[in-house]
């Protein structure tokens, strides 16, 4: 069996991933210091799965904790979903997200350089990409990142690139994904963040089981159809396939050593702020409070993926549609309205 560790494989994106491997005939080892995320979600994805992840709980800036993970545990490859992620919090406070995400990626390779370990996938962001001229955008759009988070991505993107453009035998990808959405079918596993939503579809979520009081919508006179922001929305199961056919490529004939390809994951098709109201509503079956808010600074227009590569390098292509997404995230979010507590 091979065994995959996956760095942040308790929280939102991380959980779905670690349930796809499971059922591809992974096993996975699962380490994560919990700040943003809960045991709950490994202990469901269990449930959900005829395997089990081993949990380990630590933090990627401590070197000794993940010596000792690497010497317990025969790693073949690592999913290195782990580390800070809100915009607006990243500009309030860059300094955790230089500390968190840059040094602990850095703590990270290094320790899989000592163990051995030459197979990595980062999860990236499309946060990396500047205003593009083209739309969809695809890999080669050149990038400018307007806050820290989208800053220490890039960084940790040129980090992992170099060293495995020297490493002998080493493979790694970096996956840019657009806006993962959505929950598991079961409803079991969902998007459970701590404090003040950051993204559209969890507040959308808390508006629709009473947290919050009314949707705001940032802006309304947009050049687009409907004069609201447009972005590519990704069902985060879609998203977690993703990652398992990135494992499977770097694991096979078709891979390169010391290279390291960037891939988009998203639909390639934008929806509104508005289309995505509407799409919630039909799929609560009950109308969702919103009013129109005063655009935000540094929100851009329109954001959508070119994912060409994906389909042509792993055989992926996103399957669910905005309807499923909301469908799913709904189901979440009723049957958990505190999320996992």
């Given at each position: 069996m091979v065994k995959i560790l996956a760095t942040g494989g308790a929280g939102f994106i991380g959980s779905h991933v670690v349930l796809e491997l499971l059922n591809s005939g992974y096993e996975v080892v699962v380490f994560d210091n919990l700040s943003n995320s809960s045991r709950a979600s490994i202990e469901r994805v269990?449930?959900?799965?005829?395997?089990?992840?081993?949990?380990?709980?630590?933090?990627?800036?401590?070197?000794?904790?993940?010596?000792a993970l690497f010497?317990?545990?025969?790693?073949?490859?690592?999913?290195?979903?782990?580390?800070?992620?809100?915009?607006?919090?990243?500009?309030?406070?860059?300094?955790q997200y230089y500390d968190v995400n840059v040094a602990g990626s850095t703590t990270l390779f290094?320790?899989?350089?000592r163990h051995g370990v030459k197979h990595g996938v980062f999860s990236?962001?499309?946060?990396?990409?500047?205003?593009?001229?083209?739309?969809?955008?695809?890999?080669?759009?050149?990038?400018?990142?307007?806050?820290?988070?989208?800053?220490?991505?890039?960084?940790?993107?040129q980090i992992l690139t170099d060293i495995t453009?020297?490493?002998?035998?080493?493979?790694?990808?970096?996956?840019?994904?657009?806006?993962?959405?959505?929950?598991?079918k079961s409803g079991q596993i969902g998007e459970d963040p701590l404090g003040f939503p950051d993204n559209l579809f969890p507040f959308i979520a808390q508006v629709a089981t009473g947290r919050r009081a009314v949707l705001n919508i940032f802006g309304d006179d947009y050049p687009t159809p409907d004069?609201?922001?447009?972005?590519?929305?990704?069902?985060?199961?879609?998203?977690?396939?993703?990652?398992?056919?990135?494992?499977?490529?770097?694991?096979?004939?078709?891979?390169?050593?010391?290279?390291?390809?960037?891939?988009n994951l998203g639909t390639g098709k934008g929806s509104s702020v508005k289309e995505v109201h509407a799409a919630w509503e039909a799929a609560c079956g009950f109308d969702i409070p919103a009013q129109i808010a005063p655009r935000r600074a540094g929100d851009v227009t329109i954001y959508c993926a070119d994912a060409a590569k994906a389909k042509e390098m792993l055989g992926w292509e996103a399957e669910f549609d905005l309807a499923k997404m909301c469908e799913d995230h709904w189901r979440w979010q009723k049957g958990n309205p505190e999320g996992y507590r």
């Open positions: 269990a449930r959900l799965t005829n395997g089990t992840p081993e949990f380990v709980e630590g933090d990627i800036r401590d070197a000794a904790a993940l010596d010497k317990a545990h025969d790693i073949t490859a690592v999913i290195h979903l782990a580390g800070l992620k809100a915009v607006g919090e990243s500009v309030a406070h860059p300094e290094n320790a899989m350089l990236s962001s499309a946060t990396v990409y500047g205003e593009a001229e083209v739309m969809p955008m695809p890999e080669t759009t050149p990038t400018g990142p307007v806050n820290p988070y989208g800053k220490t991505k890039l960084m940790i993107e453009s020297i490493g002998p035998g080493w493979r790694s990808m970096i996956l840019r994904y657009f806006n993962p959405v959505g929950a598991h004069g609201t922001a447009i972005r590519d929305y990704i069902h985060v199961m879609d998203l977690a396939r993703g990652h398992v056919l990135a494992i499977d490529y770097l694991l096979s004939d078709k891979a390169v050593d010391n290279e390291t390809p960037v891939v």
